[in-house]
């Protein structure tokens, strides 16, 4: 049972442009929300994260847009950069037994 | 990772042996977790602690146990490795207080 579902799995946007990621997820009791970058070869690193009582949180160009009565939220890359190329994951959480990631998202920036 | 070391980094076994990888902390955090990594489905719960000799399974906790004996060690063995067990593991260590988990750098494992 997949209890966070990710999309697209794969994304190529263009230079300057905004990389947009979607998850949804199944389990009312999640009360954390957040995404990690992974590059090749390293461990998942924390880039943004939110709570079920906002609906967005902005960081420099990297915002999310959370919707509690859909139970999706997603990510967005402003003005997205080569460097932004990497997998992405969002992931649910509510209590001291882990979180409940989605499968994935392979981001390319094309220059 | 700062705070978090996983060893080995990487490893070859054979089928049927045992294996243990090691993840330590400097954070003194309360929870530690261990991961797996495979494509296509992200990263899977294998099993996690609360606490010293306070553990707990996760979704993919069969052929796998755990142990910690200290806040700063967490032992992930796997008893007679098979070839399905060839995967990245990673390790998390989160704070009591906060929600903010940490990853280590992780161990890629092969199993021939």
Known sequence: QQQVKQSPQSLIVQKGGISIINCAYENTAFDYFPWYQQFPGKGPALLIAIRPDVSEKKEGRFTISFNKSAKQFSLHIMDSQPGDSATYFCAAGGGADGLTFGKGTHLIIQP | ?112
């Not at chain 2, 978090?4 to 929870?31: A, F």
Request: a neutral charge; proline letters at 3%; one cysteine or more.
């Open chain 2, 1 to 112: 990772d700062a705070g978090i070391t996983q060893s080995p980094r990487h490893k070859v076994t054979e089928t049927g042996t045992p294996v243990t990888l090691r993840c330590h902390q400097t954070e003194n955090h309360r929870y530690m977790y261990w991961y797996r990594q495979d494509p296509g489905h992200g990263l899977r719960l294998i099993h996690y602690s609360y606490g010293v000799k306070d553990t707990d399974k996760g979704e993919v906790s069969d052929g796998y146990s755990v142990s910690r004996s200290k806040t700063e060690d967490f032992l992930l063995t796997l008893e007679s490795a098979t070839s399905s067990q060839t995967s990245v593991y990673f390790c998390a260590i989160r704070a009591q207080a906060n929600y903010g988990y940490t990853f280590g750098s992780g161990t890629r494992l092969t199993v021939v």
